[in-house]
């Protein structure tokens, strides 16, 4: 059975800093595309960030450029996300997922990747 399992979500003060974690089982991140992706209750989910477990690329949304950084640990098959300076309008429930690799995407999953974590609610307070 897979199992994406995302923590490290929180209420934090703008400006501040959260570092989300998503370990894997019953997988191996090395062989999938995987990312986070947010959602506000009301809007699209958005794909905020993913990596190459491979050599280690990764691509950003505009609106965490700067601010956010995704890294893996092969070791522990567990993908991170830390969000420095955050703001506001990143209050959302964060993702991770884990996708099968498409033509065209790159390391990047899909919008609708084949696997998704629980969720982790970051709320950050103006």
């Known amino acids: 059975e897979v199992q994406l399992q995302a923590s490290g979500g929180g209420l934090v003060q703008a400006g501040g800093s959260l570092r989300l974690s998503c370990a894997a089982s019953?997988?191996?991140?090395?062989?999938?595309?995987i990312g986070w992706f947010r959602q506000v209750p009301g809007k699209e989910r958005e794909r905020v960030s993913c990596?190459?477990?491979?050599?280690?690329?990764?691509d950003y949304a505009d609106s965490v450029k700067g601010r956010f950084t995704i890294s893996s640990d092969n070791a522990k098959n567990t993908m991170y996300l830390q969000m420095n300076s955050l703001k506001p309008e990143d209050t959302a429930v964060y993702y991770c997922a884990a996708d099968y690799f498409y033509r065209g995407l790159g390391y990047c999953p899909s919008n609708l990747p084949k696997y998704w974590g629980q969720g982790t609610l970051v709320t950050v307070s103006s």
């Open positions: 990596i190459s477990v491979s050599d280690g690329s990764t």
């Open positions: 019953g997988l191996t991140f090395a062989n999938y595309a």
